[in-house]
C-alpha cells in the first residue's frame, strides 16, 4: 500500500499519557466520526455542531449504560489536527472509565490506533511536512528550554520552508541545464555557468550551515554529555549528588565504591546536561571494578565535558599520575580539572602547579563539593565550556539524526555539480547530481518518501498521537 493510500477506518486512542489523571482525552478521527461517536452519545446532536465547539454530555456503553459525563470537542475536517472529522472527549482519569470508552467506541465502529497514526495521517492530508510531524514528538519529549524552541521552531514548519526553497533553487537549476541539453544540437545557451556556480556554491553553503548544527541539535536534544572521572575517593560520587540535589549515588570512604556508571540528568541554563559518574581510575586486582575503569574511560571518550575531580587532600602525586592520561584522552573535548575537598585541604597550590601542567585553556578550580555556593560557581563554568548558543525561536538547529544523513549527501550531490560545473563535465551529469541533491532534501520533508522510511518514523509515536 502507498503510504498515502492510508487506511481510511475511523480510528480512536486515548491521547493523554497512560495512567490516572484528573481527565482524560480519548480521540476518534475518520470519515465516520461524527455517526459513529454519535451512537454512544447522549447529548446535542453532532450533525448540528459547529466546528472547534466543546459540548458537555454522557457517553453510553453499548448496553445503554451511562459510563461517564463527558465533554466533546468537535473538529470538523479539513479544519482539524489530521484534516478529518475528530471528535475529542475528555472523560475523567480513571483507567478503566479510559479503557471502556475506547471499548465502546470500537464497538461501535471504530479501529483502535496504531502508533503515530493521527499524525502520520496529518501529513498525508498535507497538515504538515514529515519533518514537521517528526517535530511534534520531539516537543513531546523536550526536557529543557533549549530543546523545546528547537523543536517548536520545526514544527511551526521553519525548516520544512528552508528547505523548500532549497528545492524551488535547485529546480530552476536543474531546469536550465536540461533545457539545454534538449537544444544541444543547436549550440544553444540558456544557463550562465558563473552564475549557476554561484548558486550553487551558495546553496552548498546553506546546507553545509545546517549539517554543522547537528553536533549542538544533537546536544540539545539528548543532553551535553558531561563525564565526571577521576581516582578512587577523590569526591566523585559526592559532586554528582550535590550537582542532582539527590543522594543518587552512594558515598563510602572505601575505595572502589562506585563499580559502574552511574547516568542522571539535569537543567543547567535552559540546556540539559547528562552528568555520568564513573568508577574511581586506580590499578585493582578485582575483575568487577576493572570493568568498571574500562567503563570510565569509554564514558570519558564519548563526553562533550570532562570534569576531572582531584582530592586536594592527596596532593599532587595522583593528579601527576594520571595528566598525561586526562590531557591525551581528552583532547578536543573541554577538560575542567576540579579539585575537590577544599573543606578540608588546601586547594591553590594544586590549582596553580595543574595550571602549568595541563594544556593551555584547561579550566581549573577548587571546590567543596558538598558546599552548594561552590557547586553552583561549577554549574555555571559547565554551561559556559559547553559553548551552545543562545537558541531563540527564529533558531534553525538540525536535531534529528535521519535529516542529518540526508542533508550530508545531499551536500556531497551539489558539491560534485559545482566541480563538475567548473571543470566542464557535460550537462546530463550535472543534471543528475542536481536532483540527487534534491531528493535528499527531499526525503527530509516527505516530498519524496517510502512505506519503509514512514512506517519507522511514525513507530516511534506515541498511540493517540
Known amino acids: 500500500m502507498n503510504a498515502l493510500d492510508l487506511n481510511r477506518d475511523t480510528i480512536v486512542a486515548v491521547s493523554t499519557p497512560h495512567g490516572m489523571g484528573g481527565i482524560a482525552v480519548v480521540r476518534v478521527s475518520g470519515p465516520d466520526a461524527l455517526p459513529l461517536v454519535e451512537q454512544r452519545w447522549r447529548g446535542a446532536k453532532l450533525a448540528t455542531m459547529q466546528s472547534h465547539t466543546a459540548h458537555l454530555g454522557q457517553l453510553l456503553d453499548a448496553q445503554g449504560e451511562l459510563l461517564d459525563e463527558v465533554v466533546l470537542t468537535l473538529y470538523r475536517g479539513p479544519h482539524s489536527f489530521t484534516g478529518e472529522d475528530v471528535v475529542e472527549l475528555a472523560c475523567h482519569g480513571s483507567v478503566w472509565i479510559q479503557r471502556q470508552v475506547v471499548n465502546t467506541l470500537i464497538e461501535a465502529g471504530c479501529r483502535?490506533?496504531?502508533?503515530?497514526?493521527?499524525?502520520?495521517?496529518?501529513?498525508?492530508?498535507?497538515?504538515?511536512?514529515?519533518?514537521?510531524?517528526?517535530?511534534?514528538?520531539?516537543?513531546?519529549?523536550?526536557?529543557?528550554?533549549?530543546?523545546?524552541?528547537?523543536?517548536?521552531?520545526?514544527?511551526?514548519?521553519?525548516?520544512?520552508?528552508?528547505?523548500?526553497?532549497?528545492?524551488?533553487?535547485?529546480?530552476?537549476?536543474?531546469?536550465?541545464?536540461?533545457?539545454?541539453l534538449d537544444f544541444s544540437e543547436e549550440d544553444v545557451?540558456?544557463?550562465?555557468r558563473s552564475r549557476l556556480i554561484d548558486l550553487a556554491t551558495n546553496i552548498h553553503g546553506v546546507i553545509g550551515r545546517l549539517s554543522r548544527s547537528f553536533a549542538v541539535g544533537n546536544a540539545i536534544k539528548h543532553g551535553v554529555p558531561v563525564a565526571i572521572v577521576g581516582a578512587s575517593n577523590a569526591g566523585k560520587s559526592t559532586l554528582l549528588n550535590g550537582l542532582l540535589r539527590d543522594d543518587r549515588a552512594l558515598v563510602s570512604d572505601i575505595a572502589g565504591t562506585t563499580?559502574?556508571?552511574?547516568?542522571?540528568?539535569?537543567v543547567l541554563g535552559g540546556v540539559q546536561f547528562r552528568f555520568i559518574d564513573t568508577a574511581g581510575i586506580r590499578e585493582s586486582a578485582d575483575v568487577i571494578e576493572n570493568m568498571g575503569i574500562e567503563r570510565s574511560f569509554q564514558k570519558m571518550d564519548e563526553a562533550q565535558i570532562v570534569l576531572w575531580v582531584i582530592d586536594a587532600t592527596t596532593g599532587m602525586?595522583?593528579?601527576?599520575?594520571?595528566?598525561?592520561?586526562?590531557?591525551?584522552?581528552?583532547?578536543?573535548?573541554?577538560?575542567?580539572?576540579?579539585?575537590?575537598?577544599?573543606?578540608v585541604a588546601v586547594g591553590e597550590p594544586i590549582v596553580a602547579a595543574l595550571q602549568q601542567l595541563l594544556p593551555e585553556g584547561t579550566a581549573v578550580t577548587a571546590i567543596s563539593a558538598k558546599s552548594s555556593a561552590d557547586v553552583e560557581r561549577l554549574e555555571q563554568l559547565i554551561v559556559e565550556r559547553a559553548m551552545l548558543p543562545e537558541v531563540d525561536s527564529?533558531?534553525?538547529?538540525?536535531?534529528?539524526?535521519?535529516?542529518?544523513?540526508?542533508?550530508?549527501r545531499a551536500g556531497e550531490a551539489i558539491e560534485r555539480s559545482i566541480e563538475g560545473l567548473r571543470t566542464g563535465v557535460s550537462g546530463d551529469f550535472v543534471s543528475q547530481d542536481i536532483r540527487e541533491c534534491m531528493h535528499y532534501l527531499g526525503e527530509i520533508t516527505g516530498e519524496i518518501s517510502t512505506d519503509d522510511i514512514l512506517g519507522e518514523i511514525f513507530a516511534r509515536f506515541c498511540i493517540g498521537k
Do not use: P, W
Open 394 to 408: 527564529e533558531a534553525l538547529i538540525v536535531t534529528n539524526a535521519r535529516h542529518y544523513e540526508a542533508l550530508v
Open 317 to 343: 602525586g595522583e593528579a601527576e599520575r594520571l595528566a598525561a592520561t586526562i590531557a591525551q584522552r581528552c583532547a578536543g573535548k573541554q577538560l575542567i580539572a576540579v579539585v575537590n575537598k577544599t573543606d
Open 112 to 180: 483502535a490506533a496504531t502508533g503515530g497514526e493521527f499524525t502520520q495521517r496529518a501529513f498525508a492530508n498535507g497538515k504538515m511536512d514529515l519533518s514537521q510531524a517528526e517535530a511534534i514528538a520531539d516537543v513531546i519529549a523536550s526536557g529543557s528550554r533549549a530543546a523545546h524552541r528547537v523543536a517548536m521552531n520545526q514544527m511551526r514548519g521553519a525548516f520544512g520552508r528552508q528547505l523548500s526553497a532549497l528545492r524551488s533553487q535547485l529546480l530552476e537549476f536543474v531546469s536550465l541545464i536540461e533545457l539545454e
Open 189 to 192: 545557451s540558456f544557463a550562465d
Open 259 to 266: 563499580r559502574d556508571v552511574i547516568e542522571d540528568t539535569m
